[in-house]
T-cell receptor, first 110, second 114 residues
């Protein structure tokens, strides 16, 4: 059983559409991170959220940390083919031990 | 800095053989993590070190797996004997001093045990 559940597992959309990816847990995290991974590469950090209710924006990406620090969402506006990849959330139960979600595989078709 | 460097990038071995995966963290980073990634189980934390000392190895699947960090610039993950179910991509990541920051991942080692 995964500590962090991500949904959906797979998402295939057309360029220009909006999408939201969810990351849920019954555990409370001291911080939560979102990573993006491309084939043949390691995950690369997109954002870290620390405070419950925090919202961070990175160009067309909006990240939100739940008020209770148990869940998070990633919203992409006007998706582009370059957004294609595996999106992973990772929560820290203690200072440095991060647990990763199962990932959401996004494919954006031109 | 070249980033986290892992070797080899690909390894194919026969069941029962010993496999050693290598990692060079980013200079100055004092946390090092070993992860395993499979389609079924996603990215699993195996073990992590702080200042070359193993802090938590609760994710190591069984006694066939062992990890060492003899100095700040080198770590190994060894599987002996290897089994087909060990086939996965193994990642090494490092975090700067102070922790709770961005984890920098290597490109991974794709291990296939036949």
């Amino acid at each position: 059983t995964q500590l962090l559940e991500q949904s959906p597992q797979f998402l295939s959309i057309q360029e220009g559409e909006n999408l939201t990816v969810y990351c849920n847990s019954s555990s409370v995290f001291s911080s939560l991170q979102w990573y993006r991974q491309e084939p043949g590469e390691g995950p690369v950090l997109l954002v870290t959220v620390v405070t419950g209710g925090e919202v961070k924006k990175l160009k067309r990406l909006t990240f939100q940390f739940g008020d209770a620090r148990k869940d998070s969402s990633l919203h992409i506006t006007a998706a582009q083919p370059g957004d294609t990849g595996l999106y992973l959330c990772a929560g820290a139960l203690n200072f440095n031990k991060f647990y990763f979600g199962s990932g959401t595989k996004l494919n954006v078709k031109p | 800095d070249a980033g986290v460097i892992q070797s080899p990038r690909h390894e194919v071995t026969e069941m029962g053989q010993e496999v050693t995966l290598r990692c060079k963290p980013i200079s100055g980073h004092d946390y090092l993590f070993w992860y395993r990634q499979t389609m079924m189980r996603g990215l699993e934390l195996l073990i992590y070190f702080n200042n070359n000392v193993p802090i938590d190895d609760s994710g190591m699947p069984e006694d066939r797996f062992s990890a060492k960090m003899p100095n700040a610039s080198f770590s190994t993950l060894k599987i002996q004997p290897s089994e087909p179910r060990d086939s996965a991509v193994y990642f090494c990541a490092s975090i700067p001093k102070g922790g709770s920051a961005e984890a920098f991942f290597g490109q991974g080692t794709r291990l296939t045990v036949v």
